[in-house]
């Protein structure tokens, strides 16, 4: 066993760099992953590559043997032989990148049936299809699935007390940017090369890269819209199958999410299609060509770029409570919007992202709109905008996200309903 590095003072990615894990800050999801650990023998945690799974696991759990299946030899030495490895660490591990080797997973599963031991593996991964097919196989009922994305506003705070939001949309929120003061022009781009087009190439059998590459920087055109699969084929010169692909791979590689359409039984036709957005703004920026704050603020996209922002944010403090949110937008053919809508605990809470710094009364006038269609249990709502004024209008709280604490506490609050 003494092929495997056991890494306990630092924390090295691909390309050799390494974190002092001392020097990191704690994350939000750090209470919910204990929690986790005391009520099920396997916790898995899944999240975009450099988002903090290994420091997070290793700073949470820093006496637990840790392997990462990325290194060829830690990963073929386990391939051949997976009973003598899991034999060195009956007691439980951290396995790194697990969806490399998830064959391993049906001999974790036999090992914790039979010691019948809470938290003994902490397992990391980058790929949701691979990890949850082998999850399901084998993991079932035994593992509690965690989700990981890069920074929160409220975690970086812990680096800067104030930030601007068109600021935060060219950095994005990868620990690594701020924890050693990247350039995040050089660091998005060496992201794109090395792992999001490594993880597509082995998703998929990609034969013209700069196909995807062009259709990777018309997506960013069509951040915080409404997704369309035609005219991203006829724009890519692919097809409408192969566009869908594409789109499943950035899905599962966390590279994008979708935001669905919410439906009620009204009789008013809605829009059918999610709309797209990235799950970091500084890749979406950087594909954009958007490099400095004052571009972005003056960018045609600062608005949907401001919107992505803010969504994220809110779906962090979501995962970092371990809830999978519920989240959509609301459009009608008769011009009724509403950015966001989040159910949460039997309420819808509608909310609306502006980036602008000056409040405007047009800016409550969808969730009025929205609340005169007639839905059930809808919450008061609020208007997210960049200014610097905190204050209700009926009943709607206006305030700045960026100032907020805790967005998805404040949101989804009993104090915010009606």
């Given at each position: 066993m003494n092929i495997f590095v056991q890494i306990r003072s630092c924390i090295c990615d691909l390309h050799g760099?390494?974190?002092?894990?001392?020097?990191?800050?704690?994350?939000?999801?750090?209470?919910?992953?204990?929690?986790?650990?005391?009520?099920?023998?396997?916790?898995?945690?899944?999240?975009?590559?450099?988002?903090g799974k290994t420091t997070l696991v290793q700073m949470t759990f820093p006496d637990r043997p840790y392997f990462s299946?990325?290194?060829?030899?830690?990963?073929?030495?386990?391939?051949?032989?997976?009973?003598?490895?899991?034999?060195?660490v009956?007691?439980?591990?951290?396995?790194?990148?697990?969806?490399?080797?998830?064959?391993?997973?049906?001999?974790?599963?036999?090992?914790?049936?039979?010691?019948?031991?809470?938290?003994?593996?902490?397992?990391?991964?980058?790929?949701?299809?691979?990890?949850?097919?082998?999850?399901?196989?084998?993991?079932?009922?035994?593992?509690?699935?965690?989700?990981?994305?890069?920074?929160?506003?409220?975690?970086?705070?812990?680096?800067?007390s104030e930030w601007g939001a068109f600021e935060l949309i060219v950095r994005g929120c990868f620990p690594r940017v701020h924890e050693e003061g990247l350039e995040p022009r050089r660091f998005y781009n060496g992201y794109l090369q090395t792992y999001v087009e490594r993880d597509v190439r082995a998703l998929i059998h990609l034969r013209d890269l700069s196909q995807f590459q062009v259709f990777l920087t018309l997506l960013a055109g069509r951040v915080g819209q409404v997704v369309n699969i035609t005219s991203l084929s006829n724009d890519t010169g692919v097809s409408a199958t192969t566009i869908r692909n594409w789109l499943s791979v950035l899905k599962a590689s966390y590279v994008v999410f979708e935001l669905p359409p919410f439906f009620m039984n009204i009789r008013k036709r809605v829009i059918k299609s999610p709309k797209i957005y990235f799950t970091d703004t500084g890749l979406a920026a950087f594909l954009l060509g958007?490099?400095?704050?004052?571009?972005?603020?003056?960018?045609?996209?600062?608005?949907?770029?401001?919107?992505?922002?803010?969504?994220?944010?809110?779906?962090?403090?979501?995962?970092?409570?371990?809830?999978?949110?519920?989240?959509y937008f609301f459009r009608?053919?008769?011009?009724?919007?509403?950015?966001?809508?989040?159910?949460?605990?039997?309420?819808?809470?509608p909310v609306e992202i502006k980036s602008a710094a000056t409040f405007s009364t047009d800016f409550v006038k969808g969730l009025q709109r929205f609340r005169a269609l007639g839905p059930e249990?809808?919450?008061?709502?609020?208007?997210?905008?960049?200014?610097?004024?905190?204050?209700?209008?009926?009943?709607?709280?206006i305030f700045n996200p960026l100032r907020s604490p805790d967005l998805w506490g404040t949101l989804t609050s009993p104090a915010g309903r009606r």
């Open positions: 760099f390494c974190y002092n894990k001392n020097s990191m800050i704690k994350r939000d999801i750090s209470e919910e992953l204990l929690k986790c650990a005391a009520e099920y023998p396997v916790v898995t945690i899944l999240g975009p590559r450099q988002s299946l990325e290194y060829p030899d830690v990963r073929a030495a386990a391939e051949a032989d997976p009973r003598g490895f899991l034999g060195e009956e007691d439980g591990a951290i396995l790194d990148e697990v969806q490399r080797l998830p064959a391993l997973l049906s001999y974790i599963q036999g090992i914790v049936d039979k010691a019948g031991n809470r938290g003994m593996f902490i397992l990391t991964g980058s790929h949701q299809p691979r990890l949850h097919e082998a999850i399901s196989q084998s993991l079932a009922g035994r593992t509690a699935l965690l989700t990981l994305w890069p920074f929160s506003l409220s975690e970086l705070r812990n680096y800067k958007i490099h400095t704050e004052e571009q972005a603020s003056r960018d045609p996209l600062r608005g949907n770029l401001y919107e992505n922002l803010v969504i994220t944010d809110i779906i962090k403090g979501a995962l970092a409570r371990g809830i999978r949110p519920e989240i009608d053919s008769h011009g009724t919007e509403v950015d966001l809508l989040i159910r949460e605990k039997g309420r819808l809470v249990h809808v919450a008061a709502g609020a208007v997210l905008y960049n200014g610097g004024e905190r204050f209700s209008m009926r009943g709607t709280r």
